[in-house]
């Protein structure tokens, strides 16, 4: 008689998910806390060159800077529980609304990227590995190759050069429309398709050498069809693997991407809070992200097990 797991399984994971939220995000925001500390003194920035001691040390007082740092640590951690990281020292808007706002600008960007890589590098991979040894195949390859070469910002550069300012077809900065989150999904999407493209075309090589790939396609099956059919299921899991370890990747590179267009999501706001030590918005920017990265993960297991064939014969056993 066999037994229903799922649901012990369901509650382990959800566990091991909380577990791994909870000391993600506790261990970068403590990183963050004392060094923000280090950086200089959070008072006289708020305060600007122009103020007097007598102005700082009010400061300090109102903000708790003059209590021990043990004390001031505590009273953070209990304000994240919160989701309380203090108003912008320049819009007096609080810093999670704020973070809040901006994050489905980048996460557009980030979404599309994503999507690109599937509806794009997954067919070119295929067609890359059912073309090997043609000059179709070898021109895929190598392409792939040089979109993995070209660093993010010399491609938006030359992209920006091109199509906003040479043809003229796409906006060069802002993110007012859709037509703005162009630019910066092409340039992130590049190194991304790419990889996709080479992990799709060797785990297909790989497959082919399989004893029951081998039999397909001696039975008359057309190449093209045997792989997408039979061999990319077993070479699907490390691709999805990979996308979910990007995405983190991808959070971190909008913040090169969204300077160089002027974009407005949470990688330009995070950039420019640095600059101006605006700390609510560095802290409550940095654990919007942590949070994400983890959801992303947690995600990123559940549908590995589901694509992974073996996970699926092991449930329907």
């Keep these: 008689m066999k037994t229903d797991r799922t649901g012990p399984r369901v509650l382990r994971a959800g566990a091991v998910w909380l577990v791994r939220l909870a000391v993600t995000v506790l261990g970068v925001l403590t990183l963050l806390f004392f060094l923000l500390r280090l950086s200089g003194d959070p008072a006289a920035v708020l305060v600007g060159p122009g103020g007097t001691l007598e102005d700082i040390e009010r400061v300090r007082r109102e903000l708790g800077l003059d209590l021990p740092l043990w004390t001031q640590y505590g009273a953070f951690l209990g304000d ?18 704020a973070v809040l706002v901006r994050l489905p600008l980048t ?40 979109a993995q070469a070209v660093p993010n910002f010399v491609l938006g550069m ?8 040479w043809l003229g077809w796409l906006p060069s900065y802002g993110s007012e429309s859709p037509l703005h989150s162009v630019l910066p999904t092409l340039t992130l999407a590049a190194f991304t398709v790419a990889r996709v493209v080479r992990l ?8 082919l050498s ?12 057309s190449r093209l069809r045997v792989l997408a059919r039979h061999a990319l299921p077993n070479a699907f899991p490390p691709v999805l693997a990979f996308l979910v370890v990007d995405s983190a990747y991808l959070l971190s590179s909008t913040v090169i991407v969204e300077q160089l267009y002027a974009y407005d999501g949470i990688g330009k706001q995070l950039v420019d809070a640095i600059f101006q030590r605006d700390y609510p918005i560095v802290q409550a920017t940095v654990f919007v992200v942590a949070v994400l990265v983890v959801a992303v993960s947690a995600v990123g297991d559940v549908l590995g097990a589901l694509a992974d064939p073996r996970v699926r014969r092991e449930a329907a056993g």
């Design 210 to 221: 399989q004893d029951f790939i081998r039999t397909v396609l001696a039975k008359g099956g």
């Design 200 to 207: 799709v075309r060797a785990g297909l090589l790989e497959a």
């Design 80 to 97: 994240v529980a919160r989701l309380d990281f203090g108003v912008s020292a320049y819009t007096g808007e609080p810093a999670i609304s």
């Design 107 to 146: 996460l557009q960007v980030v979404g599309a990227t994503l999507a690109l890589a599937l509806l794009i590098g997954v067919p070119l991979g295929m067609l890359a590995a059912a073309r090997a040894r043609r000059p179709s195949g070898r021109a895929i390859t190598a392409g792939a190759a040089a």
């Design 158 to 165: 030359l992209l920006l050069l091109v199509f906003a300012l």
